[in-house]
Protein backbone atom coordinates (compact mmCIF):
# COMPACT_ATOMS: atom_id res chain seq x y z
CA UNK A 1 0.00 0.00 0.00
CA UNK A 2 1.54 3.74 -0.79
CA UNK A 3 1.13 6.17 1.72
CA UNK A 4 -1.18 8.59 0.69
CA UNK A 5 -2.65 10.47 4.22
CA UNK A 6 -1.50 11.73 7.20
CA UNK A 7 -1.97 10.30 10.51
CA UNK A 8 -3.74 11.70 13.61
CA UNK A 9 -1.51 12.42 16.50
CA UNK A 10 -3.49 9.72 18.47
CA UNK A 11 -2.95 7.36 15.20
CA UNK A 12 0.80 7.99 16.22
CA UNK A 13 0.46 7.58 20.08
CA UNK A 14 -0.79 4.27 19.29
CA UNK A 15 1.77 3.16 16.94
CA UNK A 16 4.60 4.41 19.49
CA UNK A 17 2.87 2.00 22.25
CA UNK A 18 2.79 -0.20 20.00
CA UNK A 19 7.13 -0.09 19.36
CA UNK A 20 7.77 1.04 22.78
CA UNK A 21 4.82 -0.18 25.60
CA UNK A 22 4.60 2.34 28.07
CA UNK A 23 4.35 -0.71 30.41
CA UNK A 24 7.93 -1.14 29.74
CA UNK A 25 9.12 2.06 31.60
CA UNK A 26 10.50 1.92 35.45
CA UNK A 27 7.84 2.79 37.98
CA UNK A 28 10.02 5.87 38.66
CA UNK A 29 9.49 7.07 35.01
CA UNK A 30 7.51 9.69 33.20
CA UNK A 31 7.01 8.42 29.61
CA UNK A 32 4.13 9.16 27.09
CA UNK A 33 2.36 12.01 25.71
CA UNK A 34 3.15 15.45 26.89
CA UNK A 35 1.37 18.04 25.13
CA UNK A 36 -0.89 17.71 21.67
CA UNK A 37 -4.30 17.50 20.78
CA UNK A 38 -5.23 14.09 19.66
CA UNK A 39 -7.25 14.76 16.35
CA UNK A 40 -4.27 17.09 15.22
CA UNK A 41 -2.49 15.90 11.73
CA UNK A 42 1.21 14.67 12.36
CA UNK A 43 3.03 15.35 8.76
CA UNK A 44 7.06 15.78 10.52
CA UNK A 45 8.54 14.16 13.40
CA UNK A 46 11.35 15.10 15.15
CA UNK A 47 13.20 12.68 17.33
CA UNK A 48 15.99 13.94 20.17
CA UNK A 49 17.71 12.97 23.17
CA UNK A 50 16.26 16.13 25.08
CA UNK A 51 13.95 18.28 25.16
CA UNK A 52 15.36 21.70 25.31
CA UNK A 53 14.71 25.50 24.08
CA UNK A 54 17.38 24.55 21.12
CA UNK A 55 16.14 21.02 20.24
CA UNK A 56 12.38 22.75 20.45
CA UNK A 57 13.82 25.23 17.93
CA UNK A 58 15.59 22.96 15.69
CA UNK A 59 12.41 20.57 15.09
CA UNK A 60 10.18 23.56 14.81
CA UNK A 61 12.49 24.43 11.76
CA UNK A 62 12.09 21.58 9.89
CA UNK A 63 8.40 21.90 10.47
CA UNK A 64 7.27 19.54 13.01
CA UNK A 65 4.04 18.81 14.38
CA UNK A 66 5.81 16.24 16.91
CA UNK A 67 8.98 15.72 19.08
CA UNK A 68 9.77 12.69 20.20
CA UNK A 69 12.67 12.95 22.70
CA UNK A 70 14.17 9.90 25.20
CA UNK A 71 14.27 12.30 28.36
CA UNK A 72 10.98 13.12 30.20
CA UNK A 73 10.76 16.88 30.71
CA UNK A 74 8.41 16.40 33.39
CA UNK A 75 10.28 14.09 34.78
CA UNK A 76 9.79 15.54 38.12
CA UNK A 77 6.69 17.57 39.85
CA UNK A 78 6.33 21.24 38.86
CA UNK A 79 4.22 23.87 40.58
CA UNK A 80 4.25 26.33 37.46
CA UNK A 81 4.88 25.74 33.57
CA UNK A 82 4.95 30.14 33.98
CA UNK A 83 7.23 30.85 30.72
CA UNK A 84 9.99 32.82 32.83
CA UNK A 85 11.52 29.17 33.65
CA UNK A 86 13.35 26.85 30.83
CA UNK A 87 10.79 24.22 31.32
CA UNK A 88 7.69 26.39 30.66
CA UNK A 89 9.10 28.30 28.05
CA UNK A 90 9.56 25.11 26.22
CA UNK A 91 6.39 24.60 26.79
CA UNK A 92 4.53 27.32 25.50
CA UNK A 93 6.52 27.18 22.55
CA UNK A 94 5.30 23.70 21.75
CA UNK A 95 2.08 24.53 22.28
CA UNK A 96 2.12 27.92 20.74
CA UNK A 97 3.39 26.45 17.77
CA UNK A 98 1.28 23.46 17.86
CA UNK A 99 4.14 20.89 18.14
CA UNK A 100 2.99 17.99 20.35
CA UNK A 101 5.69 16.08 22.35
CA UNK A 102 6.01 12.64 23.58
CA UNK A 103 8.46 11.00 25.72
CA UNK A 104 10.11 7.31 25.63
CA UNK A 105 12.67 7.15 27.98
CA UNK A 106 13.04 3.63 30.08
CA UNK A 107 10.44 1.85 27.81
CA UNK A 108 12.57 2.85 24.95
CA UNK A 109 15.96 1.13 26.57
CA UNK A 110 13.66 -2.13 27.42
CA UNK A 111 12.03 -2.67 24.23
CA UNK A 112 13.36 -5.01 21.24
CA UNK A 113 15.71 -2.57 19.22
CA UNK A 114 15.74 -0.02 22.01
CA UNK A 115 18.95 2.08 23.17
CA UNK A 116 21.40 -0.47 24.59
CA UNK A 117 20.69 -2.91 21.22
CA UNK A 118 21.41 -0.31 19.34
CA UNK A 119 24.69 0.26 21.13
CA UNK A 120 25.53 -3.26 21.71
CA UNK A 121 25.08 -3.80 18.14
CA UNK A 122 27.51 -1.06 17.17
CA UNK A 123 30.05 -2.30 19.06
CA UNK A 124 29.98 -5.72 16.93
CA UNK A 125 27.51 -7.65 19.12
CA UNK A 126 24.95 -9.14 17.04
CA UNK A 127 23.01 -11.99 19.59
CA UNK A 128 22.43 -10.54 23.44
CA UNK A 129 20.27 -10.81 25.90
CA UNK A 130 19.14 -7.70 28.96
CA UNK A 131 21.08 -7.18 31.97
CA UNK A 132 17.82 -6.76 33.84
CA UNK A 133 14.64 -8.49 31.89
CA UNK A 134 11.91 -6.42 32.18
CA UNK A 135 9.36 -7.51 35.07
CA UNK A 136 6.10 -8.83 33.04
CA UNK A 137 7.76 -8.60 29.70
CA UNK A 138 9.52 -10.78 27.12
CA UNK A 139 12.69 -12.25 27.80
CA UNK A 140 14.07 -10.27 25.21
CA UNK A 141 12.98 -6.82 27.18
CA UNK A 142 14.70 -5.59 29.93
CA UNK A 143 17.11 -2.90 30.82
CA UNK A 144 20.73 -3.00 29.43
CA UNK A 145 22.60 -6.11 27.72
CA UNK A 146 25.09 -8.20 27.62
CA UNK A 147 26.47 -10.28 24.59
CA UNK A 148 29.81 -11.79 22.88
CA UNK A 149 32.15 -10.03 20.05
CA UNK A 150 32.98 -12.74 17.59
CA UNK A 151 36.20 -12.30 18.78
CA UNK A 152 38.44 -11.31 21.70
CA UNK A 153 39.71 -8.15 20.82
CA UNK A 154 42.32 -5.67 23.40
CA UNK A 155 40.51 -3.67 25.48
CA UNK A 156 42.60 -0.24 24.28
CA UNK A 157 41.09 -1.69 20.66
CA UNK A 158 37.80 -1.91 21.56
CA UNK A 159 37.64 1.33 23.31
CA UNK A 160 39.00 3.09 20.21
CA UNK A 161 35.62 1.02 18.88
CA UNK A 162 33.41 2.87 21.06
CA UNK A 163 34.73 6.22 20.41
CA UNK A 164 34.46 5.58 16.87
CA UNK A 165 30.88 5.23 16.78
CA UNK A 166 29.44 7.60 19.24
CA UNK A 167 28.90 11.51 18.50
CA UNK A 168 31.75 13.40 19.25
CA UNK A 169 31.54 15.10 22.65
CA UNK A 170 34.00 16.56 25.06
CA UNK A 171 34.20 14.42 27.51
CA UNK A 172 35.29 11.56 25.15
CA UNK A 173 35.33 8.27 26.71
CA UNK A 174 36.84 7.26 29.86
CA UNK A 175 38.47 3.79 30.59
CA UNK A 176 39.48 2.12 33.52
CA UNK A 177 41.26 -1.30 32.79
CA UNK A 178 44.66 -2.62 31.22
CA UNK A 179 44.58 -1.30 27.32
CA UNK A 180 46.44 -5.13 26.00
CA UNK A 181 43.85 -7.16 28.01
CA UNK A 182 42.01 -9.30 25.39
CA UNK A 183 37.93 -8.65 25.70
CA UNK A 184 34.94 -10.69 24.51
CA UNK A 185 32.22 -10.39 26.48
CA UNK A 186 29.92 -6.84 26.18
CA UNK A 187 27.88 -5.57 28.80
CA UNK A 188 26.21 -2.55 28.16
CA UNK A 189 23.40 0.08 29.42
CA UNK A 190 22.74 3.20 27.66
CA UNK A 191 22.62 5.79 30.19
CA UNK A 192 23.43 5.71 33.83
CA UNK A 193 24.61 2.48 34.32
CA UNK A 194 25.73 2.41 37.72
CA UNK A 195 23.13 1.07 39.01
CA UNK A 196 23.67 -2.23 37.39
CA UNK A 197 27.38 -3.77 38.88
CA UNK A 198 25.71 -6.70 40.28
CA UNK A 199 24.45 -7.64 37.15
CA UNK A 200 27.25 -7.13 35.13
CA UNK A 201 29.22 -9.48 37.39
CA UNK A 202 26.55 -11.82 37.23
CA UNK A 203 26.84 -11.72 33.44
CA UNK A 204 30.65 -12.82 33.95
CA UNK A 205 31.45 -9.89 31.44
CA UNK A 206 34.60 -8.67 30.18
CA UNK A 207 33.95 -4.64 29.84
CA UNK A 208 30.94 -2.86 30.79
CA UNK A 209 30.24 0.49 28.67
CA UNK A 210 28.02 2.91 30.07
CA UNK A 211 27.47 6.25 31.13
CA UNK A 212 27.97 8.83 34.01
CA UNK A 213 29.95 6.63 36.20
CA UNK A 214 30.54 8.16 39.69
CA UNK A 215 33.30 7.79 41.58
CA UNK A 216 32.65 5.99 44.48
CA UNK A 217 30.67 3.54 42.57
CA UNK A 218 33.47 2.65 39.52
CA UNK A 219 36.20 2.96 42.64
CA UNK A 220 34.61 0.31 44.11
CA UNK A 221 33.60 -1.82 41.10
CA UNK A 222 37.51 -1.79 40.49
CA UNK A 223 38.40 -2.68 43.81
CA UNK A 224 36.25 -5.66 43.44
CA UNK A 225 37.69 -6.78 40.48
CA UNK A 226 40.82 -6.29 41.89
CA UNK A 227 41.92 -4.43 38.86
CA UNK A 228 40.53 -7.80 36.03
CA UNK A 229 37.17 -7.77 34.99
CA UNK A 230 34.72 -6.74 34.16
CA UNK A 231 37.15 -3.91 32.78
CA UNK A 232 35.43 -0.11 32.36
CA UNK A 233 34.64 1.93 29.51
CA UNK A 234 32.32 5.35 30.64
CA UNK A 235 30.54 7.44 28.15
CA UNK A 236 28.44 10.52 27.70
CA UNK A 237 24.76 9.82 28.46
CA UNK A 238 24.14 11.79 25.18
CA UNK A 239 26.25 10.03 23.02
CA UNK A 240 25.21 6.75 24.60
CA UNK A 241 21.08 7.50 23.37
CA UNK A 242 21.91 9.62 20.40
CA UNK A 243 22.90 6.31 18.54
CA UNK A 244 19.06 5.13 18.78
CA UNK A 245 17.19 7.92 17.30
CA UNK A 246 18.55 7.10 14.02
CA UNK A 247 17.16 3.59 14.55
CA UNK A 248 13.88 4.60 16.28
CA UNK A 249 13.33 7.61 13.69
CA UNK A 250 13.31 4.57 10.97
CA UNK A 251 11.20 2.04 13.05
CA UNK A 252 8.44 4.41 13.60
CA UNK A 253 8.99 5.97 9.96
CA UNK A 254 8.21 2.35 8.64
CA UNK A 255 5.51 1.84 11.10
CA UNK A 256 3.97 4.29 9.94
CA UNK A 257 3.87 3.87 6.18
CA UNK A 258 2.84 0.32 6.96
CA UNK A 259 -0.79 1.42 7.88
CA UNK A 260 -0.31 3.78 4.45
CA UNK A 261 0.83 6.81 6.24
CA UNK A 262 2.50 9.62 4.92
CA UNK A 263 5.06 11.11 7.63
CA UNK A 264 8.62 12.44 7.37
CA UNK A 265 10.71 11.49 10.57
CA UNK A 266 14.21 13.03 11.16
CA UNK A 267 16.65 13.00 13.82
CA UNK A 268 17.56 16.62 15.29
CA UNK A 269 20.63 17.67 14.50
CA UNK A 270 21.06 19.51 18.05
CA UNK A 271 24.13 18.37 20.19
CA UNK A 272 22.65 18.12 23.74
CA UNK A 273 25.21 17.19 25.83
CA UNK A 274 26.42 19.87 28.28
CA UNK A 275 29.61 19.87 28.56
CA UNK A 276 31.74 22.73 25.98
CA UNK A 277 35.34 21.52 26.33
CA UNK A 278 37.97 19.59 28.65
CA UNK A 279 41.51 20.05 30.05
CA UNK A 280 43.31 16.50 30.33
CA UNK A 281 46.73 16.14 31.06
Same mark, same amino acid.
Given at each position: ????????? =?????????????????????????????????????????????????????? =???????????????? %????? %?????????????? #??????????? %??????????????????????? !? %???????????????? !??????????????????????????????????????? #????????????????????????????????????????? !????????????????????????????????????????????????????
Amino acid at each position: MSPTRRPTL =AQVWSVVEELWPAALAEGWDAVGPVTGRPEQEIGTVVFAVDPVQAVVDDALERG =AELLITHHPLLLRGVN %SLAAD %SFKGRVLHTLIERG #CALLTAHTNGD %SAVGGVSDVLIRSLGVEDSVPLT !P %SAGGLAEEGIGRVGDL !PRAVSLGEFAERVYSVLPSVAGGVRVAGDASALVRRVAV #CGGAGDSLFDEVRASEADVYVTADLRHHPASEAREAARGGR !PYLVDVSHFASEWLWLGAAAGTLHRALEDRGFDVQVAVSSVNTDPWDFILTP
